[in-house]
Protein backbone atom coordinates (compact mmCIF):
# COMPACT_ATOMS: atom_id res chain seq x y z
CA UNK A 1 0.00 0.00 0.00
CA UNK A 2 1.31 3.60 -0.90
CA UNK A 3 0.84 6.24 2.23
CA UNK A 4 -0.20 9.37 0.57
CA UNK A 5 -1.99 10.48 3.95
CA UNK A 6 -3.09 14.26 3.49
CA UNK A 7 -2.94 15.31 -0.13
CA UNK A 8 -7.19 14.62 -0.35
CA UNK A 9 -9.53 17.52 0.58
CA UNK A 10 -12.25 16.32 2.33
CA UNK A 11 -15.22 18.63 3.12
CA UNK A 12 -16.59 20.03 6.25
CA UNK A 13 -19.12 17.39 7.77
CA UNK A 14 -22.25 17.97 8.11
CA UNK A 15 -24.47 17.12 11.23
CA UNK A 16 -22.04 15.02 13.13
CA UNK A 17 -21.63 14.79 16.65
CA UNK A 18 -19.54 16.73 18.90
CA UNK A 19 -15.94 15.16 20.00
CA UNK A 20 -17.49 14.58 23.63
CA UNK A 21 -20.14 11.98 21.96
CA UNK A 22 -17.21 9.88 21.07
CA UNK A 23 -15.68 10.11 24.73
CA UNK A 24 -19.19 9.56 26.25
CA UNK A 25 -19.98 6.21 23.64
CA UNK A 26 -20.57 2.97 24.87
CA UNK A 27 -16.85 2.10 24.67
CA UNK A 28 -15.82 4.53 27.01
CA UNK A 29 -17.04 2.37 29.59
CA UNK A 30 -14.64 0.84 31.85
CA UNK A 31 -16.43 -2.79 32.24
CA UNK A 32 -16.03 -4.04 28.68
CA UNK A 33 -17.35 -7.69 27.78
CA UNK A 34 -14.42 -9.64 25.93
CA UNK A 35 -15.80 -13.07 25.44
CA UNK A 36 -19.26 -15.09 25.56
CA UNK A 37 -20.11 -14.06 21.80
CA UNK A 38 -21.61 -17.31 21.14
CA UNK A 39 -24.83 -16.72 23.38
CA UNK A 40 -25.72 -12.92 22.43
CA UNK A 41 -27.80 -14.09 19.41
CA UNK A 42 -27.68 -13.18 15.71
CA UNK A 43 -25.42 -10.34 15.41
CA UNK A 44 -24.06 -8.64 12.09
CA UNK A 45 -20.76 -6.18 12.31
CA UNK A 46 -20.53 -3.91 9.07
CA UNK A 47 -16.31 -2.88 8.07
CA UNK A 48 -15.08 -0.77 6.02
CA UNK A 49 -11.63 -1.75 4.65
CA UNK A 50 -9.06 -0.58 2.01
CA UNK A 51 -8.24 -3.59 -0.15
CA UNK A 52 -4.54 -4.09 0.87
CA UNK A 53 -6.35 -5.46 4.08
CA UNK A 54 -8.35 -8.01 1.60
CA UNK A 55 -6.34 -11.41 1.29
CA UNK A 56 -5.78 -11.45 5.63
CA UNK A 57 -8.95 -9.44 6.63
CA UNK A 58 -11.04 -12.03 4.73
CA UNK A 59 -9.63 -15.20 5.83
CA UNK A 60 -9.81 -13.77 9.47
CA UNK A 61 -12.95 -12.44 9.62
CA UNK A 62 -13.81 -16.18 7.62
CA UNK A 63 -12.31 -17.71 10.73
CA UNK A 64 -13.42 -15.93 13.54
CA UNK A 65 -17.31 -16.26 12.07
CA UNK A 66 -16.18 -19.71 11.51
CA UNK A 67 -15.90 -19.76 15.24
CA UNK A 68 -19.14 -17.92 15.72
CA UNK A 69 -21.82 -18.94 13.43
CA UNK A 70 -23.82 -16.60 14.98
CA UNK A 71 -22.00 -13.54 14.17
CA UNK A 72 -21.80 -12.57 10.70
CA UNK A 73 -19.47 -9.88 9.12
CA UNK A 74 -19.95 -7.84 5.89
CA UNK A 75 -16.76 -6.82 5.08
CA UNK A 76 -16.64 -3.61 1.76
CA UNK A 77 -13.05 -3.08 0.99
CA UNK A 78 -12.45 -0.05 -1.58
CA UNK A 79 -9.02 1.09 -3.35
CA UNK A 80 -6.50 3.40 -1.53
CA UNK A 81 -7.83 6.79 -2.86
CA UNK A 82 -11.96 5.70 -2.97
CA UNK A 83 -11.33 5.14 0.51
CA UNK A 84 -9.68 8.29 1.40
CA UNK A 85 -12.01 10.09 -0.20
CA UNK A 86 -15.60 8.59 1.29
CA UNK A 87 -13.75 7.80 4.76
CA UNK A 88 -15.27 10.55 6.76
CA UNK A 89 -18.38 10.77 4.66
CA UNK A 90 -18.67 7.16 5.51
CA UNK A 91 -18.01 7.31 9.17
CA UNK A 92 -21.10 10.34 9.46
CA UNK A 93 -23.73 8.13 8.06
CA UNK A 94 -26.83 7.06 10.49
CA UNK A 95 -25.89 3.27 10.09
CA UNK A 96 -22.16 4.13 9.99
CA UNK A 97 -20.26 0.62 9.53
CA UNK A 98 -18.82 -0.89 13.14
CA UNK A 99 -15.20 -0.89 12.16
CA UNK A 100 -13.67 1.82 9.78
CA UNK A 101 -10.25 1.87 8.25
CA UNK A 102 -8.80 5.32 9.27
CA UNK A 103 -5.49 7.29 8.56
CA UNK A 104 -2.76 8.60 10.69
CA UNK A 105 -2.78 12.75 10.81
CA UNK A 106 -5.12 15.48 10.85
CA UNK A 107 -6.59 15.09 7.97
CA UNK A 108 -8.42 12.04 8.55
CA UNK A 109 -8.18 10.78 12.04
CA UNK A 110 -8.16 14.13 13.49
CA UNK A 111 -11.48 14.73 11.65
CA UNK A 112 -12.48 11.79 12.70
CA UNK A 113 -11.59 12.60 16.62
CA UNK A 114 -12.76 15.88 16.26
CA UNK A 115 -16.40 15.06 14.90
CA UNK A 116 -17.16 12.37 17.83
CA UNK A 117 -17.03 9.50 14.84
CA UNK A 118 -15.01 7.28 16.53
CA UNK A 119 -14.79 5.86 20.38
CA UNK A 120 -11.77 5.64 22.44
CA UNK A 121 -10.12 2.34 22.35
CA UNK A 122 -8.48 2.86 26.02
CA UNK A 123 -10.88 0.77 27.49
CA UNK A 124 -9.72 -2.33 25.11
CA UNK A 125 -6.19 -1.45 25.38
CA UNK A 126 -6.33 -2.46 29.06
CA UNK A 127 -8.65 -5.42 28.39
CA UNK A 128 -6.66 -7.16 25.73
CA UNK A 129 -3.41 -5.97 26.75
CA UNK A 130 -2.41 -4.48 23.57
CA UNK A 131 -0.25 -1.90 25.14
CA UNK A 132 1.86 -5.67 25.50
CA UNK A 133 2.05 -5.24 21.37
CA UNK A 134 3.44 -2.06 20.36
CA UNK A 135 6.48 0.34 21.57
CA UNK A 136 5.55 3.44 23.35
CA UNK A 137 6.59 5.81 20.46
CA UNK A 138 4.40 3.92 17.80
CA UNK A 139 1.06 4.07 19.75
CA UNK A 140 1.03 7.74 19.73
CA UNK A 141 0.31 7.88 16.06
CA UNK A 142 -3.28 6.93 17.45
CA UNK A 143 -3.28 9.86 20.10
CA UNK A 144 -5.38 12.53 19.78
CA UNK A 145 -6.41 14.89 22.41
CA UNK A 146 -9.83 16.89 22.94
CA UNK A 147 -8.09 19.82 21.61
CA UNK A 148 -6.35 17.99 18.48
CA UNK A 149 -3.40 17.84 19.62
CA UNK A 150 -1.73 14.63 17.69
CA UNK A 151 0.61 12.56 19.39
CA UNK A 152 -1.35 13.06 22.62
CA UNK A 153 -4.09 12.21 24.56
CA UNK A 154 -6.19 8.73 24.50
CA UNK A 155 -5.54 6.29 21.50
CA UNK A 156 -8.46 5.95 19.32
CA UNK A 157 -6.62 3.16 16.52
CA UNK A 158 -4.92 -0.04 16.52
CA UNK A 159 -3.08 -1.49 12.89
CA UNK A 160 -3.03 -4.49 11.87
CA UNK A 161 0.46 -4.62 9.91
CA UNK A 162 3.74 -2.40 9.59
CA UNK A 163 4.79 -1.01 7.11
CA UNK A 164 8.51 0.35 6.24
CA UNK A 165 10.67 2.37 3.37
CA UNK A 166 14.27 0.75 2.53
CA UNK A 167 15.53 0.00 -0.34
CA UNK A 168 14.84 -2.84 -2.64
CA UNK A 169 17.94 -3.98 -4.62
CA UNK A 170 18.80 -6.23 -7.70
CA UNK A 171 21.27 -9.13 -6.70
CA UNK A 172 22.87 -9.85 -9.83
CA UNK A 173 23.66 -6.45 -10.50
CA UNK A 174 24.79 -5.71 -7.06
CA UNK A 175 26.79 -9.09 -7.09
CA UNK A 176 28.46 -7.80 -10.85
CA UNK A 177 29.70 -4.42 -9.09
CA UNK A 178 31.38 -6.64 -6.48
CA UNK A 179 29.93 -5.00 -3.59
CA UNK A 180 27.91 -6.68 -0.58
CA UNK A 181 24.70 -4.79 0.74
CA UNK A 182 25.49 -1.65 1.96
CA UNK A 183 24.83 -1.21 6.01
CA UNK A 184 26.28 2.51 6.21
CA UNK A 185 25.59 5.75 4.37
CA UNK A 186 29.39 5.96 3.06
CA UNK A 187 29.13 2.05 1.83
CA UNK A 188 25.26 3.46 0.45
CA UNK A 189 27.13 6.51 -1.84
CA UNK A 190 29.93 4.39 -2.73
CA UNK A 191 27.69 1.90 -4.75
CA UNK A 192 25.87 4.40 -6.21
CA UNK A 193 29.41 5.89 -7.70
CA UNK A 194 30.08 2.74 -8.09
CA UNK A 195 26.93 1.98 -10.58
CA UNK A 196 27.29 4.72 -12.26
CA UNK A 197 30.69 4.06 -13.05
CA UNK A 198 29.43 1.05 -14.43
CA UNK A 199 27.06 2.13 -16.62
CA UNK A 200 24.28 1.15 -14.56
CA UNK A 201 21.54 3.70 -13.55
CA UNK A 202 21.75 3.79 -9.38
CA UNK A 203 18.68 5.02 -8.33
CA UNK A 204 15.03 4.01 -10.31
CA UNK A 205 12.69 6.84 -9.38
CA UNK A 206 9.01 7.76 -11.38
CA UNK A 207 8.35 10.69 -9.34
CA UNK A 208 5.52 11.86 -11.76
CA UNK A 209 2.94 11.07 -9.02
CA UNK A 210 4.89 13.09 -6.38
CA UNK A 211 5.18 11.09 -3.83
CA UNK A 212 7.94 8.52 -4.53
CA UNK A 213 10.87 11.33 -4.62
CA UNK A 214 9.69 11.58 -0.79
CA UNK A 215 10.45 7.97 -0.41
CA UNK A 216 13.77 8.51 -2.15
CA UNK A 217 14.94 11.51 -0.17
CA UNK A 218 14.16 10.08 2.78
CA UNK A 219 16.81 7.13 2.58
CA UNK A 220 19.63 10.21 2.37
CA UNK A 221 17.47 12.55 5.15
CA UNK A 222 17.17 9.62 7.69
CA UNK A 223 20.94 8.94 7.75
CA UNK A 224 21.17 12.32 9.71
CA UNK A 225 18.62 13.15 11.65
CA UNK A 226 17.32 11.41 15.18
CA UNK A 227 14.04 9.87 14.75
CA UNK A 228 12.43 11.26 18.48
CA UNK A 229 12.97 14.58 16.76
CA UNK A 230 11.29 13.97 13.50
CA UNK A 231 8.28 12.25 15.24
CA UNK A 232 8.25 15.70 17.54
CA UNK A 233 7.84 17.20 14.30
CA UNK A 234 4.95 15.72 13.05
CA UNK A 235 3.01 15.57 15.90
CA UNK A 236 3.36 19.37 16.24
CA UNK A 237 5.36 19.53 19.22
CA UNK A 238 6.76 22.86 20.22
CA UNK A 239 10.58 23.82 18.83
CA UNK A 240 10.23 21.26 16.22
CA UNK A 241 12.51 22.41 13.18
CA UNK A 242 12.64 20.79 9.57
CA UNK A 243 14.76 23.24 8.74
CA UNK A 244 17.61 21.70 10.73
CA UNK A 245 21.24 21.71 9.99
CA UNK A 246 20.56 17.40 10.32
CA UNK A 247 17.89 18.09 7.66
CA UNK A 248 19.20 20.28 5.15
CA UNK A 249 22.57 17.53 5.63
CA UNK A 250 19.85 15.13 4.55
CA UNK A 251 18.74 17.44 1.46
CA UNK A 252 21.92 18.17 0.57
CA UNK A 253 22.96 14.53 -0.34
CA UNK A 254 19.94 13.71 -1.95
CA UNK A 255 20.26 16.86 -4.03
CA UNK A 256 23.71 15.76 -4.92
CA UNK A 257 22.40 12.20 -6.28
CA UNK A 258 20.55 14.09 -8.90
CA UNK A 259 23.36 16.54 -9.64
CA UNK A 260 25.40 13.17 -10.09
CA UNK A 261 23.18 11.37 -12.37
CA UNK A 262 22.62 8.74 -9.57
CA UNK A 263 18.66 8.81 -10.11
CA UNK A 264 16.79 8.28 -13.07
CA UNK A 265 16.83 11.47 -15.73
CA UNK A 266 13.52 11.56 -16.35
CA UNK A 267 12.06 10.92 -12.53
CA UNK A 268 9.56 14.00 -12.69
CA UNK A 269 8.25 12.63 -15.74
CA UNK A 270 8.52 8.88 -15.23
CA UNK A 271 4.88 7.36 -13.38
CA UNK A 272 5.90 5.47 -10.17
CA UNK A 273 3.93 1.82 -11.36
CA UNK A 274 6.75 2.07 -14.62
CA UNK A 275 9.03 3.04 -12.09
CA UNK A 276 8.71 -0.33 -10.37
CA UNK A 277 8.29 -2.63 -13.25
CA UNK A 278 10.65 -0.98 -15.40
CA UNK A 279 13.45 -2.07 -12.19
CA UNK A 280 11.78 -5.19 -12.33
CA UNK A 281 12.53 -5.62 -15.93
CA UNK A 282 16.64 -5.00 -15.25
CA UNK A 283 16.51 -1.02 -15.22
CA UNK A 284 18.26 0.04 -12.01
CA UNK A 285 20.15 -1.12 -9.11
CA UNK A 286 18.64 -0.12 -6.38
CA UNK A 287 14.62 1.21 -5.95
CA UNK A 288 14.07 3.15 -2.55
CA UNK A 289 10.15 2.68 -1.83
CA UNK A 290 8.20 0.40 0.98
CA UNK A 291 7.37 -2.53 1.47
CA UNK A 292 4.22 -2.61 0.13
CA UNK A 293 5.63 -3.34 -3.33
CA UNK A 294 7.00 -6.69 -2.11
CA UNK A 295 4.52 -9.35 -3.79
CA UNK A 296 4.35 -7.42 -7.15
CA UNK A 297 8.80 -7.23 -7.17
CA UNK A 298 9.04 -10.54 -6.13
CA UNK A 299 6.39 -11.85 -8.42
CA UNK A 300 8.47 -10.65 -11.16
CA UNK A 301 12.11 -10.73 -10.61
CA UNK A 302 11.69 -14.22 -7.66
CA UNK A 303 15.10 -14.39 -5.59
CA UNK A 304 16.68 -11.67 -7.70
CA UNK A 305 15.43 -9.04 -5.70
CA UNK A 306 16.31 -8.52 -2.57
CA UNK A 307 15.92 -5.07 0.57
CA UNK A 308 17.42 -3.10 3.06
CA UNK A 309 16.81 -0.78 5.75
CA UNK A 310 18.21 2.67 5.12
CA UNK A 311 21.93 2.21 6.05
CA UNK A 312 22.83 4.16 9.12
CA UNK A 313 24.70 7.43 9.67
CA UNK A 314 26.91 8.44 12.33
CA UNK A 315 24.49 7.69 14.83
CA UNK A 316 24.25 3.87 14.26
CA UNK A 317 20.74 3.97 14.26
CA UNK A 318 18.23 2.74 11.58
CA UNK A 319 16.03 5.35 10.78
CA UNK A 320 12.89 5.12 8.27
CA UNK A 321 9.79 6.22 7.25
CA UNK A 322 7.78 3.47 8.38
CA UNK A 323 4.51 3.09 10.90
CA UNK A 324 2.10 0.40 11.26
CA UNK A 325 -0.79 0.49 8.41
CA UNK A 326 -4.10 2.57 8.97
CA UNK A 327 -5.77 1.99 12.32
CA UNK A 328 -8.58 0.41 12.61
CA UNK A 329 -11.57 2.50 14.45
CA UNK A 330 -14.80 1.83 16.21
CA UNK A 331 -17.83 3.83 15.38
CA UNK A 332 -18.59 5.93 18.04
CA UNK A 333 -22.26 4.60 15.95
CA UNK A 334 -22.07 1.32 16.64
CA UNK A 335 -24.80 -0.89 18.91
CA UNK A 336 -22.08 -3.54 19.22
CA UNK A 337 -18.51 -2.00 20.14
CA UNK A 338 -17.72 -4.65 22.49
CA UNK A 339 -17.99 -7.38 19.73
CA UNK A 340 -16.46 -5.08 16.94
CA UNK A 341 -13.15 -4.62 19.84
CA UNK A 342 -13.46 -8.39 20.03
CA UNK A 343 -12.94 -8.65 16.27
CA UNK A 344 -9.97 -6.37 16.02
CA UNK A 345 -8.33 -8.12 18.49
CA UNK A 346 -8.78 -11.65 16.87
CA UNK A 347 -8.15 -10.55 13.76
CA UNK A 348 -4.31 -8.43 14.97
CA UNK A 349 -3.71 -10.48 17.77
CA UNK A 350 0.07 -11.99 17.34
CA UNK A 351 -0.80 -15.60 17.23
CA UNK A 352 -2.65 -14.61 13.86
CA UNK A 353 0.41 -13.77 12.15
CA UNK A 354 0.97 -16.28 9.22
CA UNK A 355 -1.84 -15.41 7.91
CA UNK A 356 -0.03 -11.51 7.07
CA UNK A 357 2.97 -13.52 6.38
CA UNK A 358 1.18 -15.77 3.54
CA UNK A 359 -0.45 -11.95 2.34
CA UNK A 360 3.36 -11.15 1.66
CA UNK A 361 2.41 -8.33 4.79
CA UNK A 362 4.15 -7.70 8.24
CA UNK A 363 2.51 -8.05 11.35
CA UNK A 364 2.35 -5.33 13.33
CA UNK A 365 2.03 -6.62 16.60
CA UNK A 366 5.33 -7.86 19.34
CA UNK A 367 5.50 -11.23 18.92
CA UNK A 368 4.08 -12.50 15.89
CA UNK A 369 3.83 -16.38 15.53
CA UNK A 370 4.86 -16.75 11.59
CA UNK A 371 7.64 -17.31 9.26
CA UNK A 372 7.49 -15.56 6.17
CA UNK A 373 7.02 -17.59 2.82
CA UNK A 374 9.85 -15.63 0.48
CA UNK A 375 12.90 -14.40 0.81
CA UNK A 376 11.82 -10.63 0.25
CA UNK A 377 9.11 -10.95 2.54
CA UNK A 378 11.57 -12.33 5.18
CA UNK A 379 14.33 -9.19 4.28
CA UNK A 380 11.81 -6.70 4.90
CA UNK A 381 10.68 -7.98 7.99
CA UNK A 382 14.44 -8.19 9.05
CA UNK A 383 14.12 -4.49 7.81
CA UNK A 384 11.22 -3.99 10.23
CA UNK A 385 12.39 -5.32 13.10
CA UNK A 386 15.72 -3.58 12.91
CA UNK A 387 13.77 0.15 12.98
CA UNK A 388 11.70 -1.20 15.66
CA UNK A 389 14.81 -1.86 17.85
CA UNK A 390 16.47 1.61 17.52
CA UNK A 391 12.77 3.20 17.86
CA UNK A 392 13.58 4.84 14.46
CA UNK A 393 10.16 4.94 13.15
CA UNK A 394 9.65 8.49 11.90
CA UNK A 395 5.86 7.94 10.52
CA UNK A 396 5.10 9.94 7.22
CA UNK A 397 5.99 13.65 7.16
CA UNK A 398 2.82 14.64 5.60
CA UNK A 399 0.74 13.73 8.21
CA UNK A 400 2.18 17.00 9.90
CA UNK A 401 -0.41 19.35 8.02
CA UNK A 402 -3.41 19.45 6.02
CA UNK A 403 -1.44 20.69 3.47
CA UNK A 404 1.98 19.36 3.78
CA UNK A 405 1.60 16.44 1.42
CA UNK A 406 1.29 19.26 -1.40
CA UNK A 407 3.99 21.24 0.05
CA UNK A 408 6.56 18.30 -0.13
CA UNK A 409 5.78 17.00 -3.33
CA UNK A 410 5.70 19.97 -5.60
CA UNK A 411 8.48 20.95 -3.56
CA UNK A 412 10.55 17.86 -4.42
CA UNK A 413 10.00 18.35 -7.83
CA UNK A 414 11.06 21.21 -8.13
CA UNK A 415 14.45 20.29 -6.07
CA UNK A 416 14.87 17.50 -8.59
CA UNK A 417 14.41 20.16 -11.67
CA UNK A 418 16.86 22.53 -10.11
CA UNK A 419 14.52 25.55 -9.56
CA UNK A 420 15.03 25.46 -6.15
CA UNK A 421 18.07 24.59 -3.27
CA UNK A 422 17.87 22.22 -0.17
CA UNK A 423 17.81 25.28 1.85
CA UNK A 424 14.53 26.47 0.22
CA UNK A 425 12.75 23.29 -0.01
CA UNK A 426 13.41 22.97 4.05
CA UNK A 427 12.40 26.34 4.88
CA UNK A 428 9.34 25.92 2.60
CA UNK A 429 8.45 22.36 4.61
CA UNK A 430 8.90 24.57 8.09
CA UNK A 431 6.73 27.19 6.96
CA UNK A 432 4.21 24.83 5.81
CA UNK A 433 4.31 23.73 9.48
CA UNK A 434 4.58 26.95 11.16
CA UNK A 435 1.73 28.47 9.99
CA UNK A 436 -0.37 25.30 10.38
CA UNK A 437 0.70 24.92 13.96
CA UNK A 438 -0.27 28.77 14.29
CA UNK A 439 -3.97 28.64 13.02
CA UNK A 440 -5.29 24.56 13.75
Known sequence: MTRRSTFTRISALGGSAL????LGGPAA???????????????????????????SLTELTDMFMAEYPNVTIETSFKDWDSHIATMLNVADLPDAPDIIWGNQGYVHDGALVEAGLITSLEPYYEAYGWDDWFGPGTM???????????????RWGISESAEVVGVFYNKEKLAALGLEVPTTFTEFEAALAAAKDAGELPIKLGNLNGFPAMHTASIAQDAFIDAADMRDWVFGREGADYASADDLAGFTAFKGWVDEGYISPDANGLDYDQAWQEFAAGDGVFLPAGNWLTAGLYERMGDNVGFFAPPVGESGKTVATSSVSMPLHIS?????????AAIIDYVINPDKGQVYFDAGRIPAAAGAVGEATDPLTADTYTAWNKVS????LTFYQDWASDTMYDTMTAGLQELIGGRISPEDYVNEVQADWADFQANR
Open 140 to 154: DQWRFTEDGQFGEGP
Open 29 to 55: AQDVQTDGWGDIGDVTIRIAAENASTG
Open 19 to 22: MLAA
Open 332 to 340: SKSQNPDLA
Open 389 to 392: ADDG
